[in-house]
């Protein structure tokens, strides 16, 4: 079982190289750059506004960490088949789970390190806290993302009702941490800590009690499936996975607006991309996902070139994700016998997402506007710098990119 996990752990991370290095590309790592550095130096503006007893300071500290405690989850690299193949070892899948558990751990304790570095001039500024106290947080922090995956690792066996109700997991992912953190804001650090490692204890001395249990493969399996999904659907967002499967859902409040669409044959494919991009799961949720994920980066974020960058990235990483839907449609075999020529599909495909594109632009615009009301010159740099990017985008970019996939698909 040890070197089976040690197999698959290579395999996944093979996988994962693949995917990180299409996502980190030179363009994507250069707007990365600016995008940290502009984070980085209106954070340095920010705390130098702040003083010591803020009010508000230790709840933000506490519901940061808190959310960050919810990253990271147990990694078990099972697959479907396993219920079948490895039900015979079911009693020595503790090995195996066990390896799952120490891998999904140390990249758990790594996000808390770095949030934990992030958080650390807020906490200074606002509290004055000690050196000693800085290492006992994160130590807090270690501790409870320890408990909490342990949590998990009980889920994969047959447990008592209670706790198939979420009761106990509601305990040690949320309640605990939460009483932990607002004693070590408000009260004491070292009594915070005590806590945690009463917890600790408690969540290993427990394990006892359910390591020899039978294996709910079928949680174990769900959990893994999901796991890899929400990987995939941030994969997703800079390329194409296979992985993910599209479904679709009939959105019925989109239908005036649809409706509009004028049931012609020149309008075959405007009709065919329109319905179908908003009836489809993946990338009508994609384009939601990316538009407000910018636009709550656009309300928190001021300065002249910073939300410009950000708008032109967003707009581009929207309409690039798009483009593969161009061919959506090409293995239907009933499209290929509609009397359209490929020059009426692309100019729709282009009307679609000249659409897509200025709805986003639109957001953006307001929310920079919201933000930065009396900056004129970033308000006129996205108002430009978005409608020409559109434009080259749509009528210069997308063409040749389109070509590019014809020609690589025949």
């Known amino acids: 079982m040890k070197q089976l996990f040690k197999r698959r752990l290579v395999n996944h991370l093979k996988e994962m190289m693949s995917y990180l290095r299409l ?56 697959q479907d088949p396993d219920y079948v193949f490895l039900l015979p070892k079911e009693f020595e899948m503790i090995d195996y789970l066990k390896r799952g558990f120490n891998y999904s751990l140390i990249l758990a304790w790594f996000i808390q390190i770095l949030i934990w570095f992030v958080m650390l001039p807020f906490i200074q500024i606002t509290t004055r806290i000690d050196s000693l106290e800085m290492v006992m947080l994160l130590l807090i922090l270690l501790g409870l993302k320890a408990t909490w995956l342990n949590a998990e690792f009980a889920r994969k066996y047959r447990l ?24 070590a804001a408000y009260f004491s650090y070292v009594a915070a800590l005590l806590l945690v490692a009463a917890a600790v204890v408690a969540s290993w001395v427990g394990r006892r009690s359910w390591s020899n249990r039978s294996v709910d493969w ?60 908003a009836r489809d799961n993946e990338m009508s949720g994609l384009y939601v996902r990316l538009m ?49 020529t490929h020059q009426f599909q692309l100019k729709n495909f282009q009307r679609v997402l000249l659409w897509l594109l200025s709805i986003v632009a639109i957001i953006f615009g307001i929310a920079v506007i919201a933000v930065n009301a009396n900056n004129l010159m970033t308000i006129l740099g996205v108002i430009i710098g978005e409608a020409v990017e559109i434009w080259a985008f749509i009528y210069l970019y997308v063409p040749r990119r389109i070509a590019r996939g014809q020609r690589s698909r025949d």
């Not at 363009?27 to 007893?53: D, E, P, R, T």
């Not at 209670?162 to 309640?175: H, K, V």
């Not at 960058?309 to 593969?324: E, H, R």
């Open 23 to 78: 996502v980190f590309n030179d363009y994507f790592v250069l707007a990365l750059l600016f995008m940290i550095g502009g984070l980085g130096y209106y954070y340095s503006n920010a705390l130098k506004q702040l003083h010591v007893g803020v009010w508000w300071a230790p709840l933000v500290s506490i519901g940061i960490h808190l959310v960050g405690l919810q990253l990271g989850r147990m990694a078990t690299l099972v």
């Open 160 to 183: 008592r009702p209670n706790w198939r109700l979420g009761y106990q997991r509601l305990i040690w992912r949320f309640i605990i941490p939460l009483l932990a953190l607002t004693i």
């Open 218 to 277: 079928q949680t174990m399996i769900n959990d893994e499936n999901s796991r890899m999904h929400t990987v995939y659907q941030f994969f997703n967002l800079f390329t194409d996975v296979p992985a993910i499967s599209g479904s679709v859902k009939r959105r019925r409040y989109l239908d005036t607006l649809l409706g509009r669409i004028k049931l012609i044959p020149d309008n075959t494919y405007l009709y065919l991309y329109a319905h179908g991009i």
């Open 292 to 340: 407000v994920i910018g636009t709550l980066l656009l309300v928190f974020i001021k300065g002249e070139a910073l939300p410009i960058v950000l708008c032109l990235l967003f707009v581009y990483l929207i309409g690039f994700q798009m483009i593969p839907f161009y061919f959506h449609f090409d293995d239907n075999a009933f499209v290929h016998i509609y009397p359209v």
